[in-house]
């Protein structure tokens, strides 16, 4: 089992995004991080909370990256561009970070009874650290098909130039 697990999540980083349309529960859950993170990255805490047990700085540090994280990957889903993936890399390195410090939040409060919310977002953060690597696979393979490309309109245009220079046979005869 351990092994297939493995195989799994090897797999799953070496192969390239799908890209369109994403899937509407992940921007669901981008949309609902950039609400809750606004209020966060200014200091406002729900009374009763995790983040109202952590110093104002680490939570507005959290809610930056939290809200921005979940922003800049909803800006990249949008742009069908190389900047958008970009754009949707960062994002997601910042929102994984955001759930991840969260998580272990989470735990070091609250510790056993916090772990179905811990899991749900530890889930989240991998879920984006994921993301990530997909990403850059699939940057990787996009850059090696225009590479492909490009070699092929230069022998193209290579044996075009050949033809121009050689002597028409034709005329010849």
Aim: proline residues 6%.
């Amino acid at each position: 089992m351990p092994m297939r697990l493995f195989r799994f999540v090897t797999r799953s980083v070496r192969v390239p995004a799908v890209r369109y349309p994403p899937d509407p529960r992940a921007l669901f859950m981008l949309i609902l991080c950039v609400v809750v993170g606004v209020p966060l990255s200014m200091g406002n805490v729900t009374p009763g909370s995790i983040a109202d047990q952590m110093e104002t700085p680490y939570i507005i540090a959290w809610g930056i990256m939290l809200s921005g994280g979940a922003l800049l990957t909803l800006v990249g889903t949008a742009r069908q561009t190389v900047n958008g993936v970009i754009t949707e890399q960062v994002g997601s390195v910042a929102l994984g970070f955001a759930c991840l410090i969260y998580a272990g939040a989470i735990w070091g409060h609250v510790r056993w009874s916090g772990t179905v919310p811990m899991g749900i977002v530890c889930g989240l953060g991998l879920a984006s650290g994921l993301r990530y690597f997909q990403l850059r696979a699939y940057l990787r393979d996009v850059e090696q098909l225009a590479h492909e490309i490009q070699l092929a309109e230069a022998r193209e245009h290579r044996a075009d130039e050949l033809r121009e220079r050689l002597p028409d046979e034709r005329d010849e005869s």
